[in-house]
C-alpha cells in the first residue's frame, strides 16, 4: 500500500510538473528531490515555489516558425495518415487540400497520393483518374524510381505517362 501511494504521488507531482511547462531535465530534477522526500506534501513543503512553476526555455521568435495555410495542413495531414496506413482519413485530407486554395505543386502531390491509396485499395479507374489530373497539372511529374517500381500504382503511371508527353 505504501509503495501505491507513493507512485500515486509521484505521478501526480510528475503531471503538475508537466502541465507547470517544465523541460525534461526539470522534471528529472524535480523526480530526484521527490525520491528523497517521503511523500508529496514532504516535496510541496521542502520545494514549495518549485510545485507551481518552472523556469520556461527560451522560446524561438513566432516569425522563424512556418506558417502554413489550411491547404497545406490539410495536405500534410493527408500525407502523414497515408504513410501511417490510414487511407480513409488520408483520402478525406488529400480531398480536402485539392478543395482549398493550393500550389500546383502541392496539387500534384495530393492527387499522386491519392492515386496510391486508390491503386492499392484497387479502385484502379479512380486511381487512372489521379494520375491524369496530377499529369494535367504537370506533364513532366515523375513518380520516383521506387515508385514506379511498385506493382500496384507502377504500371498504372506508366501506362498513362506517355500519353500525358504525348497529349502537349
Given at each position: 500500500?505504501?509503495?501505491?501511494?507513493?507512485?500515486?504521488?509521484?505521478?501526480?507531482?510528475?503531471?503538475?510538473?508537466?502541465?507547470?511547462?517544465?523541460?525534461?531535465?526539470?522534471?528529472?530534477?524535480?523526480?530526484?528531490?521527490?525520491?528523497?522526500?517521503?511523500?508529496?506534501?514532504?516535496?510541496?513543503?521542502?520545494?514549495?515555489?518549485?510545485?507551481?512553476?518552472?523556469?520556461?526555455?527560451p522560446?524561438?521568435?513566432?516569425?522563424?516558425?512556418?506558417?502554413?495555410t489550411?491547404?497545406?495542413?490539410?495536405?500534410?495531414?493527408?500525407?502523414?495518415?497515408?504513410?501511417?496506413?490510414?487511407?480513409?482519413?488520408?483520402?478525406?485530407?488529400?480531398?480536402?487540400?485539392?478543395?482549398?486554395?493550393?500550389?500546383?505543386?502541392?496539387?500534384?502531390?495530393?492527387?499522386?497520393?491519392?492515386?496510391?491509396?486508390?491503386?492499392?485499395?484497387?479502385?484502379?479507374?479512380?486511381?487512372?483518374?489521379?494520375?491524369?489530373?496530377?499529369?494535367?497539372?504537370?506533364?513532366?511529374?515523375?513518380?520516383?524510381?521506387a515508385?514506379?517500381?511498385?506493382?500496384?500504382?507502377?504500371?498504372?503511371?506508366?501506362?498513362?505517362?506517355?500519353?500525358?508527353?504525348g497529349?502537349?
Amino acid at each position: 500500500m505504501q509503495q501505491r501511494k507513493g507512485l500515486a504521488a509521484g505521478l501526480t507531482a510528475a503531471i503538475l510538473v508537466t502541465v507547470a511547462g517544465c523541460t525534461a531535465q526539470q522534471l528529472r530534477d524535480f523526480q530526484a528531490r521527490f525520491a528523497t522526500a517521503t511523500d508529496a506534501e514532504t516535496l510541496a513543503e521542502q520545494q514549495p515555489e518549485k510545485l507551481g512553476q518552472c523556469t520556461p526555455e527560451p522560446q524561438a521568435k513566432a516569425s522563424s516558425l512556418p506558417s502554413f495555410t489550411p491547404a497545406q495542413r490539410a495536405l500534410t495531414m493527408g500525407v502523414w495518415m497515408y504513410e501511417d496506413g490510414d487511407y480513409v482519413g488520408a483520402e478525406s485530407y488529400l480531398k480536402t487540400a485539392l478543395s482549398l486554395d493550393v500550389a500546383d505543386a502541392e496539387r500534384v502531390r495530393a492527387h499522386k497520393y491519392l492515386a496510391f491509396i486508390l491503386c492499392a485499395e484497387r479502385r484502379q479507374q479512380e486511381c487512372r483518374r489521379e494520375f491524369r489530373e496530377a499529369l494535367a497539372i504537370d506533364p513532366k511529374f515523375q513518380l520516383t524510381p521506387a515508385e514506379q517500381g511498385h506493382p500496384s500504382w507502377g504500371p498504372v503511371f506508366r501506362a498513362l505517362k506517355p500519353a500525358a508527353v504525348g497529349g502537349r
